[in-house]
């Protein structure tokens, strides 16, 4: 059974830094990438990463800003998130799937139970 474990949110002021990691020690995905959902809003694409690390993609609002990488040993990804303002504030998801990196969240089989970052000003 996939169970995608993430960690790392909290709370930061506005221009402060978090890191978030998803780890499933048990397989590892072709894909691995982060959602976020904001109260009232719709689920939104934030980063993904494939496999070998060399295809990223990212969502235009965080681009410069926050960082995906993955450690493939270890079967974890990771978001830095650097620059944070309020309207990141989100409940961030850990997403997974065995295909190639795209941006839909209905392509993503595996999902974590999600983490909340809080971005005060």
């Known amino acids: 059974q996939v169970q995608l474990v993430e960690s790392g949110g909290g709370l930061v002021q506005s221009g402060g830094s978090l890191r978030l990691s998803c780890a499933d020690s048990?397989?590892?995905?072709?894909?691995m990438g982060w959602f976020r959902q904001a109260p009232g809003k719709e689920r939104e694409f934030v980063a993904a990463?494939?496999?070998?690390?060399?295809?990223?993609l990212y969502t235009d609002s965080v681009k410069g800003r926050f960082t995906i990488s993955r450690d493939n040993v270890k079967n974890t990804v990771y978001l830095q998130m650097n620059s944070l303002k309020r309207e990141d504030t989100a409940v961030y998801y850990c997403?997974?799937?065995?295909?190639?990196?795209?941006?839909?969240?209905?392509?993503?089989?595996?999902w974590g139970q999600g983490t909340q970052v809080t971005v005060s000003s």
């Open positions: 997403a997974a799937r065995l295909g190639s990196v795209v941006n839909i969240s209905a392509e993503y089989n595996y």
């Open positions: 048990r397989r590892t995905f072709s894909t």
């Open positions: 990463m494939g496999w070998s690390g060399g295809n990223t």
